[in-house]
Each structure stands twice: as structure tokens, then as C-alpha cells.
């Protein structure tokens, strides 16, 4: 009755499984961007933010920390960015020693030597502090994408791609701004059918929302909480 | 990722920013997916069943095992109850009902009423009841399967159909004993335990969590969700108004099913048309299936009857299939006869009995009454006690007649005994409305002196039209006919009954009325009369004559009168009445009169005479006098035998002159002599001859 999450698998797996992997796979890479951003908003630029954020997914995916994980406290947003912080003050320790001379190559500032594979020097801004609720709120944004995309996908493969344009700003509710005859016109339909497709738009996209969210979580009544916890996230200030 | 939408939020008018995905406001969009939707979305919306640690949590009590079924009502926890050592199912019910606040009221009266319902072939409710958010229903647990899946399980055969339905009948049978009703029959309803023996679930749980048509709702698209193919055609069209016989319906669907493996849409085949099996069985199906409820089998048992004689008897393959939909087989064991309404007949038998009996006891009574002289308010009492006495069956079989039609208008129309129930109910009403119309239609004639035909023919009609509008209003009304709706050819007949009915009864009310007393108000003037019609009804009916003819005679004069009836041909005298009447005059009268017997006589008998003494206080008397013939009859004014000339009050006696006789087709003929008083009585006669049509107030006056 309860579909087996890619979370819970993973969780369960305890990263041994083929498809355990397979499943943290597709969970880091739907939640690249976060990551990503995360690194960015600590004062790197965009070359050394990425390079970073591969290193530390493939750090996951090769098992460094899936052991580490705790079953209980379910979500993978909070593993991940438990793992994201872990694996930053690792690079800071890291870093710290070549600062302190361990390593025999002389670093250049500016990182041009080619044989370095590593990131050239890049000093984060300690007073930039990103607070865990900034992540979380790239985390919303991130599932809000995800769900929207699939929701055009669908809406594109039954040939209703231009309806899903003109009708997605409804999803933000209704308002005064926004006309239904407006609409109507543009997509040739009665306000009937237009309240109609409404409808099914939101109905398409709360459940990609849910579906979404649910690959996060061990239990399928945590995604009422963790949608509560990410609206509530995305309310407050920046 | 087009960024192309507005930069504030229409909605929370907060600034969207660059990395808003497709330049929507994040916080709305995603509020707006948290918000569960406030109609109920059958798609699979609902809130998911709870796990079962919380469930565990919940009722500490129980062992709860595993997850059974969960559906759009709730889930179904496999559980033991270790202090009684049995399994037991736990119904949780979902959480989107018991946000209704009336629901919970609602829930405990259902429940209460199912845990009623303790029957071998029913799914027993131990206990229900609410744990926090959760309505629950603890229930026995069926170790089996559901028929759904006993069916696709394959090799369910016609036998073992016909196995199961007695059974299936009986759990039915049992609960709308009960007054309840499934609502849901369909085979996921219906468990096989291990044993083979069936139980019915969820009854009435429809009804529980308030599945009335108003949630059997159409998507975007106009599709009706949930499969209606087990709802009665009443169920999807006004499910406010069914009966269990919706049950049987549904019954019946399962039943084809079963021996079919199809679902019977649109024109179906007969069972044995599908599959080999007895061609019995085809009647017994199509009579479940008929769209019309009244045409269904009427309860449940006589479903299980049916099926248990085709089992029982020996098989006999018929070797032609029964044509589709063909009504009530013909074997003996089906009854096909609906009951008749209580008490019916007996009801029809006294409202007959008390109206034959009426007419001829009343009359009787009048005759009775007539004779004796009585005073006209104790003849009155006395005829309305007899009218009592006869009105007490009346009213008996009214009342069992009025019962009887709601019993049949409750069966739909089905039980027998209409004809019988209407005539008991309304025979007398109808009678005493006659009566009524009649009475009015006089009145009026009364009142204006005039259209007396007119008045009585249109209480005629009146009557007629109004008794069978009644009569067929009640007929409808029986037949649970909805207005507009056409009544079979039946109404035909008890419309011309009931006109005959009718007919009769108005005439024998209105015939008395026709011969209309008359009371003629004549005054002596000389030498003018003047006279008034009037019409006393009321007198005739207790016996008092047709004819009141009232003579005042001014003082100075003395009057004879003689009232004739004469034949049809006005010369024929019948009989005749004659007397002096002598005012009084103080010079004259005084002292006391003294009057021989007077008695009234037969048409046709002897004369008797009459006279009338009377005395001067100077010691002169004298007489008058007269016979009295033909039926008539004198009434002295104090209803004694001597009139007391020197009491008297008023300046003229009356002497009143009563006929005991119809006057139709005779004339009356008031003779009238007026004389001037002129010395002690020497009488000198003026004789006036008037003569008076029946029914007119034409005088043709000659005086001599």
C-alpha cells in the first residue's frame, strides 16, 4: 500500500544495494541545485561552487556517509545538508592544512596551475554565515521546480502545453490581477472549461508537489508536515 | 526557465524574485498545494490510512496485526483481542468525515442502530466509537475472501450461486426486519469464510458516513464516479426515496453476476442463456432486476423462497428459454399474490350494512315519532340518537376503511382490497357531504323565494362532481400516483361505480327535500290576504305536516275556514277541513272554552268532528266548529285542548291547521270566510275561496 520511497530504500539499504545507489543517485541529482546555491551563497564563485558540489555528491555516492544517516530523523533534506556541513568543515580542516604549508606544492591564489585538480584557493567569507533555513528554502524552490516541470511534461504530452502556460499562474491561487476570461480568450475555451482546466492544474500539480516531497520522506504522513515546514520556510524572510 | 510572469505576486503581493521558478511566487504556489482541496476527491486524495503504530497507539487494547483493505472510506486493520482470545477487523474511519462536526452525532446513531444486527450470515458489530480524530468500528473479522474475489478466483459455478443466495437472502431479510437498509450490496461486500459461509459487510455504512448521492459526484469530465452498476435505477435517480427493495435489486445484480460472470446492462440475456443452468432461475433474476420497484420481488425472503424450490424440486430443464423480462413465474412457491390491506372486508361490510339499514330505520323512527305528538326538540333528540345507532358501523368500518388505504398506500399500491377500502372510508363522508350540498342548495332556494329547481339541479351536479373527483383523488392517491402521472384502465371502472354510488345517494338525500314544505302565513284582511311561503324542512323530517297554514283573524271578524285537498283535478275534494274561528272582542269573550277531542285522521277515513265551545262572562255560549277529514289534523295554540279566549294576548287567535300529507300534484284549497261580527253571534258569512297550487304562490281569490 505504501510505495517504498528512494529515501526510505536508500535508508533501508544502508548504501549496500544496486538499487539503494541508484535511488541516492537520483535523489542527489534532483537536489544538485540546493547544494549548489548553498556553496554559492557562501562566497564562492560559480566555477568553484560547482566543482565543490560534485565533489561532495560524489563523496556521498561513494558511501562516505550514508552509514552515518539516522533512520528516525526521516527527511533527506536535513541528512543532506547534515552531510553538506560535514563534508565542508572536512574541506575547511583541508584547506587549513595546505593554508598551514602541508602540502608541498606551493598554491597559486589565483589557481591556474593546471595540474592541480584541486580548487584554487578560495577562502569563504566566515562572516556570510548561511543559515540552515536559507538551505531549506532553496529546498522548496528546488521542489517547486521539479514539480512544475513534470507537471508541464504532463500537460505537454497531452498536447495542452499551451494551456499550462497561459493557466499556471493560477497555481499561485486566485486573485484579482488574474482574469479567467482573459484566459479564456487565449486558449479559445468557455470560462467553463477554463475553471475546468484549473482545476486539474492544481490538482496535477498538488500531487506532483506530493509525489515529490514523498521520495524525501520515510512516511507518507510526513509530507503533509515537511509541505507545512517548507511553505512556512518560504514565508518568512529571506 | 522563462521568467516571464509579473514581478509581484498577484496573490501576497510580495516581490517575486529572480530564481522563482517559472517567475511564479514559491510561497503561494506551494500554499496552494498544501491546501487540501474542500470537496472530497475520490482520485486518491484522501488522507492516507493511518500506520499502524499510531493505530496501536490509539487502541492499547488491541493487538493490531496488519492492514486488510483500505478504500475511500477508511482502512481495515487485521486485529486480536487478546482478552477474549479472537481476531478481530478494526474499521478506522478516514479522517476528511470526521471533520464534519454532525457526523459524529450522526455516526453513534447509525452505529448503534447496525450493532443491532446479530445475524450468522452478517458481519457483526462489536463496538464503535471515537478515539481522538479516528471514528472506528470494531467489527468480526471474516477469514476469507470478498466475492470479487472468489469470482475472479474462477469456476463459480451456477450451483454454487444458487447456494449462496438463500443465505445472502436471509442476512437481508434480517436487517430490513430491522428497518435497515444495505445501500451497497456488490461483492466486495459479500465475505466467504474458510468454511464456506457467507456474511454481508458494511451494512448500511453508506447510509453511516453519509454517502447520499450528493457525494456520488461527477468529475470535471461528467463521469459518475463508483461503479452504479449495483444501484437500483431509484437508487441514481431520487436515492432520498428507496427501500429496501433497492437492496433486492442489488441482490439481483450480484446474483446474475455470479451466474454469469457479466454485469446485466442494457438489454441483457437471461442467465440461462449464458451459462447451463436451470431456466427457473431466470424468472427469479429478472423479477429482482425489474427497473420497476413495485414489480420486484417485495422482500427478501421471497427471493430466498424462490431459489430454494428451484434447489429443492427435481430439475426440469425447460427446452425454450422464457422470453426477456418476463414477469412473475407461474410455480406455486412464489407468491406472487400481495397480502390484502387488514380488516377490508369486514371494513366494507359494515359501512354497506349501516347504510342499507339507515334508510329504513329512519324512517321507521319518523313514523314512530310522528304518531306520538311529541314535542318537536325531544323528536329531534330522539331521531338523532336512532341516527347514532345507526352511524356506529358506519364509522367502524370508516375508520378500518381509512386504515386500509394507507396500508396500501404504503405497499405502493400493491396490496389488494382498494375497491373495498375506498368504498368503507368513503361512503358515509360522501353521504353526509350530499346531505350537506343539499341542505345548502335548499337554503338558498329558501332565501330567495325563487329558482328552486335551479338551486336543487345545481346541487345535483355539485354532488355527482365533487363525490368522484373525492373517490378518484383517494384512488390516486392509494396507488401512490404522483399527479400527472396516468392511472391504468382501472379508473374507468371506479369512476362509473362510484358515479352509480353517487347517483343513488344523491338522489335519496335530495327527493325528500324536493317535496319542500310549505307554511302559508295567511292574514285576514278584509278584504285582502296577504300570504308567505315559507319552508320547513326540519318539521317534515320529525314527522310534523307539509303544511302549516297559519290564519290570524283581526278582531270584529270570524272566519271560517276550510281547508281543502283537493285531487289532481281540483275538484275532487280529498279532504276538508272546516271550522269558525272567532276573534275575540272583550265585549264578547271571556271565560273558558272548552274543545271536543280532536284526532287526525287517514286519507279517505270518516270525518271527525271538532268543535270548539266557548263562553261570555254574561253566561252566552257558544260554538264553533268544524270536522276534521283527510288528513288533517288541529292544533290548538298552547297545544292543550281549550283555548282561553279572555287571556288571550292578542287581539286575534291563531289557529294553526296541519296536513300530515304530501301536497305534490294536489292543490290545496284554503277557503276562507270572514265575518263581521255583528251581535252575538250571528254569523254572517263572507266566504272566500282561495285556491292554492302546490309549489306556487299564486292565489286566485274570488269574493263573493
Redesign the interface.
Known amino acids: 500500500?505504501?510505495r517504498t520511497t528512494r529515501w526510505t530504500l536508500v535508508l533501508r539499504a544502508q548504501g549496500d544495494a544496486p538499487e539503494a545507489h541508484a535511488a541516492l543517485g537520483e535523489l542527489c541529482e534532483a537536489y544538485w541545485t540546493p547544494v549548489f546555491r548553498f556553496l554559492r551563497r557562501e562566497g564562492r564563485d560559480e566555477d568553484a561552487a560547482r566543482e565543490l558540489t560534485q565533489e561532495f555528491f560524489s563523496r556521498l555516492l561513494a558511501g562516505a556517509g550514508i552509514q552515518k544517516a539516522d533512520p528516525v530523523r526521516g527527511r533527506f533534506r536535513s541528512y543532506l545538508l547534515g552531510a553538506l556541513k560535514h563534508f565542508l568543515a572536512d574541506q575547511k580542516r583541508h584547506e587549513g592544512r595546505l593554508k598551514r604549508g602541508g602540502n608541498v606544492d606551493v598554491q597559486s591564489i589565483d589557481g591556474n596551475e593546471a595540474s592541480d585538480t584541486s580548487p584554487g584557493l578560495q577562502v569563504p567569507d566566515p562572516s556570510a554565515t548561511v543559515s540552515d533555513t536559507w538551505f531549506d528554502r532553496q529546498w522548496?524552490?528546488a521542489?517547486?521546480?521539479r514539480?512544475?516541470h513534470s507537471v508541464e511534461v504532463e500537460f505537454k504530452s497531452g498536447g495542452r502545453e499551451r494551456q499550462f502556460e497561459v493557466l499556471?499562474?493560477w497555481?499561485?491561487?486566485?486573485?484579482?490581477?488574474?482574469s479567467q476570461s482573459d484566459a479564456a480568450t487565449q486558449l479559445d475555451l468557455s470560462a467553463g472549461a477554463v475553471k475546468?482546466a484549473v482545476?486539474?492544474l492544481?490538482?496535477s500539480?498538488?500531487?506532483a508537489?506530493?509525489a515529490e516531497i514523498a521520495q524525501t520522506v520515510t512516511?507518507?504522513?510526513e509530507v503533509?508536515a515537511e509541505?507545512?515546514y517548507?511553505?512556512q520556510v518560504?514565508?518568512s524572510e529571506? | 526557465?522563462s521568467n516571464s510572469?509579473?514581478s509581484t505576486?498577484?496573490?501576497c503581493r510580495a516581490p517575486i524574485?529572480v530564481?522563482?521558478?517559472?517567475g511564479?511566487?514559491?510561497?503561494?504556489?506551494?500554499?496552494?498545494?498544501?491546501t487540501t482541496?474542500t470537496t472530497s476527491?475520490h482520485a486518491g486524495?484522501r488522507?492516507?490510512?493511518?500506520?499502524i503504530e499510531e493505530v496501536a497507539a490509539r487502541f492499547p487494547q488491541l493487538e493490531i496485526l496488519e492492514?486488510i483493505g483500505?478504500g475511500g472510506m477508511g482502512a481495515v486493520y487485521k486485529a486480536r483481542q487478546p482478552r477474549l482470545d479472537r481476531f478481530v477487523a478494526l474499521k478506522i474511519l478516514s479522517l476528511d468525515l470526521a471533520a464534519n462536526p454532525a457526523f459524529a452525532e450522526r455516526f453513534n446513531r447509525e452505529a448503534r442502530v447496525l450493532a443491532r444486527l446479530n445475524h450468522p450470515n452478517i458481519v457483526t458489530v462489536y463496538d464503535f466509537g471515537q478515539e481522538g480524530d479516528y471514528f472506528y468500528l470494531l467489527m468480526e473479522y471474516v477469514d476469507g475472501v470478498n466475492l470479487r474475489q472468489a469470482m475472479n478466483a474462477g469456476g463459480f459455478k451456477p450451483s454454487e450461486a444458487l447456494a449462496l443466495v438463500p443465505d445472502l437472502c436471509a442476512a437481508l431479510q434480517f436487517a430490513h426486519d430491522e428497518g435497515i437498509l444495505h445501500r451497497d450490496i456488490k461483492p466486495e461486500n459479500i465475505l466467504i469464510d474458510a468454511r464456506g459461509r457467507v456474511k454481508v459487510a458494511d451494512f448500511g455504512i453508506a447510509k453511516l458516513i453519509g454517502s447520499t448521492p450528493d457525494s456520488l459526484s461527477l468529475t470535471?469530465s461528467g463521469a459518475v464516479l463508483g461503479t452504479p452498476h449495483y444501484m437500483a435505477p431509484e437508487q441514481l435517480e431520487k436515492a432520498a426515496d428507496i427501500d429496501h427493495r433497492a437492496d433486492i435489486y442489488s441482490l439481483g445484480v450480484v446474483f446474475y453476476e455470479m451466474l454469469t460472470g457479466e454485469l446485466p446492462l442494457g438489454r441483457f440475456a437471461p442467465p440461462s442463456e449464458k451459462a447451463a443452468m436451470d431456466a427457473r432461475v431466470d424468472d427469479v433474476v429478472m423479477r429482482t432486476l425489474e427497473k420497476e420497484r413495485s414489480r420486484r420481488y417485495q422482500k427478501a425472503s421471497e427471493v430466498k423462497t424462490s431459489v430454494e424450490a428451484i434447489t429443492h424440486s427435481t430439475a426440469k430443464v425447460s427446452s425454450q428459454p422464457p422470453p426477456i423480462g418476463q414477469a412473475a413465474p407461474s410455480s406455486p412457491s412464489t407468491t406472487t399474490a400481495a397480502a390484502t390491506a387488514g380488516w377490508v372486508t369486514l371494513a366494507a361490510v359494515l359501512t354497506g350494512l349501516s347504510l342499507v339499514l339507515a334508510l329504513p330505520v329512519l324512517v321507521v323512527a319518523i313514523y314512530f315519532l310522528a304518531h306520538r305528538g311529541l314535542d318537536y326538540i325531544v323528536a329531534t333528540l330522539i331521531l338523532l340518537g336512532v341516527c347514532l345507532l345507526v352511524a356506529v358501523p358506519g364509522i367502524v368500518g370508516c375508520v378500518f376503511g381509512v386504515r386500509a388505504l394507507r396500508e396500501i398506500r404504503e405497499s405502493d399500491g400493491h396490496k389488494r382490497g382498494l375497491n373495498r377500502a375506498l368504498f368503507a372510508s368513503l361512503a358515509w363522508p360522501l353521504l353526509l357531504l350530499n346531505v350537506a350540498v343539499t341542505g345548502l342548495a335548499s337554503m338558498g332556494a329558501m332565501a330567495t323565494q325563487r329558482f328552486g329547481l335551479l338551486w336543487l339541479g345545481a346541487a345535483f351536479l355539485l354532488n355527482i362532481t365533487l363525490g368522484e373527483l373525492i373517490v378518484l383523488g383517494a384512488w390516486r392517491w392509494a396507488r401512490c400516483l404522483k399527479p400527472g402521472v396516468r392511472a391504468s384502465g382501472e379508473t374507468g371502472t371506479v369512476a362509473v361505480v362510484a358515479g352509480v354510488f353517487l347517483f343513488i345517494i344523491t338522489f335519496l338525500v335530495m327527493a325528500p327535500i324536493t317535496l319542500i314544505p310549505v307554511r302559508m302565513v295567511h292574514t285576514v284582511n278584509e278584504p285582502v290576504t296577504q300570504t308567505q311561503v315559507s319552508l320547513e324542512p326540519v318539521a317534515w323530517l320529525i314527522g310534523r305536516p307539509a303544511l302549516d297554514a297559519r290564519l290570524i283573524v283581526p278582531p270584529g271578524h270570524v272566519a271560517v275556514v276550510t281547508l281543502e285537498r283537493r285531487g289532481r283535478d281540483a275538484t275532487n275534494v280529498v279532504g276538508q277541513m272546516q271550522g269558525f274561528v272567532v276573534a275575540s272582542d272583550d265585549r264578547y269573550f271571556k271565560g273558558n272554552v272548552q274543545v271536543g277531542e280532536v284526532r287526525d285522521t287517514n286519507a279517505g277515513g270518516p270525518p271527525h268532528p271538532w268543535t270548539m265551545r266557548f263562553l261570555d262572562d254574561e253566561g252566552s255560549s257558544g260554538s264553533c266548529g268544524g270536522y276534521l277529514s283527510g288528513g288533517w289534523s288541529l292544533t290548538l295554540p298552547g297545544g292543550g285542548r281549550e283555548v282561553d279566549l279572555t287571556r288571550s294576548t292578542n287581539d286575534s287567535i291563531t289557529i294553526a291547521y296541519h296536513s300530515t300529507g304530501p301536497f305534490k300534484d294536489e292543490n290545496l284549497v284554503l277557503v276562507v270566510t270572514g265575518v263581521p261580527r255583528e251581535g252575538p253571534l250571528v254569523p254572517e258569512f263572507r266566504r272566500i275561496d282561495h285556491l292554492l297550487r302546490a309549489g306556487s304562490t299564486n292565489w286566485v281569490e274570488s269574493i263573493q
Not at chain 1, 171 to 178: F, P, S, T, V
Open positions: 500500500m505504501f522548496a524552490l521542489i517547486m521546480d514539480s512544475l499556471k499562474p497555481l499561485m491561487g486566485d486573485a484579482e490581477g488574474l475546468v482545476h486539474r492544481r490538482k500539480f498538488r500531487a508537489v506530493r512516511e507518507p504522513d503533509d509541505l507545512r517548507l511553505v518560504l514565508g529571506p | 526557465m510572469g509579473p505576486c498577484p496573490k524574485s530564481d522563482a521558478p517559472q511564479l511566487c514559491p510561497k503561494c504556489v506551494l500554499e496552494g498545494a498544501a482541496p476527491d486524495h488522507s492516507p490510512p493511518p500506520p492492514l483500505a470535471e
